[in-house]
């Protein structure tokens, strides 16, 4: 089994971490629980209906990943079972 050395992650990935565990998790949520209370809460959650498919936008526009139907397909039956739930 390979043993994983923390120390020898460069640097840009750990600024990449904080990014994610400070700035999507922590403020958007914060940002997502404020919404809650100003707004219905029906309209406060088309976020996660509209976030997958921003989140292919913007890989395809900012790092020029593909658009393909096999993504777009995954993205559009997350939302598609999760309306059937609700």
Known sequence: MTRINLAEFPRQAWVVI???TFVSTLI???VFTWLNTKVSNTLANTYNYVSPAIALGLAALLLKEPLTWTNSGICGSGTRW???DG
């Open 18 to 20: 904080a990014f994610l």
């Open 28 to 30: 958007g949520y914060g």
């Open 82 to 84: 999760r309306s059937a």
